[in-house]
């Protein structure tokens, strides 16, 4: 008895579905291998992103409760130690870098779970993280580094304009609302508005790009800063509102950020919806 060699496929012959599973996986690799594509946006978006963040807090409000309670938290921290230590609350703001991407990967999460049509929970959230730690402890050490030179900088100001030593809660205020002192404002100003924008401008879309497409830290990053770049006007809006809500809620003893939060959170994931364009669908026959 001979052994036969398999047939080769003719043309016209079905394929077996290991073919078409290997077909399938060689499209996909080619697909997710394109260059990111980025989308036009308008300065009006940001507005449309609070709006379906909003319907997500309110299709997920136990979520939205512990997540904004968690931020709440931390602004008390924050409050507690600009009223004792003023000098030392960019420094401290660091510390919430380390805690702050892994919270809104979790509002994230729940807002992508709704787009796919599956209930949110809370425990699913909590755990999105973990396949993505590498490239989220690469871009969260970026961050701090980022934030601990941006709290240093913040102490070499206070040091060159007030070298009698470093002032009071009430000492600083009197400093930012004194019109003597004009030159520290500008100062102080700008120096932390450079920081602030290099933050924004690297984890804008970064995080959710991360948790949608487990890509690395790096490419997340150049993707983040080019939607900066390519759209100024929507992301000085979107900054704008950001930087609002976030003052409003602190001025107000940071009450407002148990639904400021994950509401900032959700509109977060909207705008990197928004802002990077998804790769194409690919419908595999029946």
Not at 87 to 109: H, K, N, Q, R, W
């Amino acid at each position: 008895m001979t052994a036969t060699s398999p047939k080769p496929v003719t043309e016209g012959a079905e394929p077996s579905e290991a073919q078409n599973a290997e077909a399938i996986a060689g499209r996909v690799l080619r697909e997710t291998a394109r260059p990111v594509t980025l989308q036009r946006l308008h300065p009006g978006d940001p507005f449309r992103w609070l709006l379906r963040g909003l319907q997500d807090v309110r299709a997920a409000p136990g979520i939205a409760v512990f997540y904004g309670a968690c931020f709440w938290g931390m602004a008390m921290v924050l409050g507690w130690v600009f009223r004792a230590r003023p000098e030392y609350t960019m420094s401290l703001a660091s510390g919430c870098l380390l805690v702050g991407p892994f919270l809104a990967m979790g509002l994230y999460d729940t807002s992508r779970r709704r787009e796919e049509g599956l209930a949110p929970q809370l425990s699913e959230s909590l755990t999105c993280w973990d396949s993505h730690m590498g490239s989220m402890g690469m871009l969260v050490l970026v961050l701090v580094v980022l934030e601990l030179l941006w709290g240093r900088a913040s102490l070499v100001v206070f040091a060159v304009f007030f070298n009698t030593g470093m002032p009071s809660t009430t000492g600083v205020l009197q400093a930012v609302f004194n019109p003597q002192n004009w030159s520290f404002v500008a100062v102080y100003a700008v120096v932390g508005g450079v920081f602030a924008a290099l933050v924004f401008s690297t984890s804008v879309v970064s995080i959710p790009m991360i948790l949608d497409r487990d890509t690395d830290a790096l490419t997340a990053g150049i993707t983040s800063v080019r939607v900066v770049l390519e759209n100024p006007a929507a992301m000085l809006v979107w900054g704008a509102l950001i930087t609002a809500i976030v003052g409003l809620s602190l001025w107000l003893w940071g009450l407002p950020l148990l639904l400021a939060g994950p509401l900032l959170g959700h509109a977060s994931w909207h705008a990197y919806r928004a802002c990077v364009a998804p790769p194409r669908e690919i419908l595999a026959a029946a």
